[in-house]
């Protein structure tokens, strides 16, 4: 059996926001990094452009999954602005108030997993010297840790992977190391929680299909419970 690659990404911010419904005046997050948030990423890393699909869709085809290594608690902000012009050009509006949420203090551990060796081997070199910045699902939402990591592409499935990595964040005085890791596959049929963010188009034309997603606990890697990021 031939054996499926798999890329790794260090996903650690004190602000991440991967929102997948946001509308208007609205901003919404999901609980952990979205696929086309992540995709999104590695394109700007590997400087492709955003109407550019040839080079998009080979990265959109990569099974991915999610480690909650530090879940991070969801937080709400709220911004104002003056002068606000309205979709029809008819009303200016004095103040508009947004809403924007977001993740703080959190730290994903994302896999890619694809057949094709080189284009894994390419993006994990692009992530390590970003042809454009790259941000946490908003581009003011900077990583605090390379996302790049050495070693980030291995030899073996995904799942494998993301059960044996070690953690990747460090403990604090008032912590105890968790037991088990909550884990994120995409399930492959219909079965699991639905996400509408599978990228179906450039990200100029925004067209995203459905997938389906499966959670699981994994127990948490012993061996590296004193690990830094």
Same mark, same amino acid.
């Not at 460090?170 to 929680?193: A, C, I, M, N, Y």
């Given at each position: 059996?031939?054996?499926?690659?798999?890329?790794?990404?260090?996903?650690?911010?004190?602000?991440?926001?991967?929102?997948?419904?946001?509308?208007?005046?609205?901003?919404?997050?999901?609980?952990?990094?979205?696929?086309?948030? @992540?995709?999104? #990423?590695?394109?700007?890393?590997?400087?492709?452009?955003?109407?550019?699909?040839?080079? #998009?869709?080979?990265?959109?085809? #990569?099974?991915?999954?999610?480690?909650?290594? *530090?879940?991070?608690?969801?937080?709400?902000?709220?911004?104002?602005?003056?002068?606000?012009?309205?979709?029809?050009?008819?009303?200016?509006?004095?103040?508009?108030?947004?809403? *924007?949420?977001?993740?703080?203090?959190?730290?994903?551990?994302?896999?890619?997993?694809?057949?094709?060796?080189?284009?894994?081997?390419?993006?994990?070199?692009?992530?390590?010297?970003?042809?454009?910045?790259?941000?946490?699902? *908003?581009?003011?939402?900077?990583?605090?840790?390379? @996302?790049?990591?050495?070693?980030?592409?291995?030899?073996?499935?995904?799942?494998?992977?993301?059960?044996?990595?070690?953690?990747?964040?460090?403990?604090?005085?008032?912590?105890?190391?968790?037991?088990?890791?909550? @884990?994120?596959?995409?399930?492959?049929?219909?079965?699991?929680?639905?996400?509408?963010?599978?990228?179906?188009?450039?990200?100029?034309? *925004?067209?995203?299909?459905?997938?389906?997603?499966?959670?699981?606990?994994?127990?948490?890697?012993?061996?590296?419970?004193?690990?830094?990021?």
């Amino acid at each position: 059996m031939k054996r499926m690659p798999t890329l790794l990404l260090r996903l650690v911010g004190p602000m991440q926001s991967w929102g997948t419904t946001s509308r208007f005046d609205h901003r919404d997050t999901g609980k952990e990094p979205s696929k086309s948030g @992540v995709i999104g #990423l590695l394109a700007a890393a590997c400087g492709i452009d955003r109407d550019n699909w040839a080079d #998009l869709e080979p990265l959109t085809r #990569l099974a991915m999954g999610v480690r909650h290594d *530090r879940p991070g608690a969801p937080k709400r902000d709220y911004q104002t602005a003056k002068d606000i012009i309205s979709a029809d050009r008819t009303k200016i509006h004095a103040t508009a108030v947004t809403t *924007r949420d977001y993740l703080a203090d959190a730290a994903f551990l994302v896999a890619l997993e694809g057949s094709d060796q080189g284009l894994l081997e390419g993006a994990h070199s692009a992530l390590r010297n970003p042809c454009w910045p790259i941000g946490l699902g *908003r581009r003011s939402y900077v990583p605090s840790e390379s @996302v790049w990591m050495e070693g980030g592409v291995q030899e073996y499935p995904l799942r494998a992977v993301l059960e044996t990595w070690p953690w990747l964040s460090t403990l604090r005085k008032w912590e105890e190391p968790p037991e088990s890791l909550l @884990v994120s596959f995409e399930s492959g049929d219909d079965s699991g929680s639905f996400r509408m963010d599978q990228p179906l188009s450039s990200f100029g034309e *925004r067209r995203f299909g459905s997938r389906y997603v499966r959670s699981e606990w994994i127990p948490f890697p012993k061996a590296a419970s004193h690990v830094a990021a």
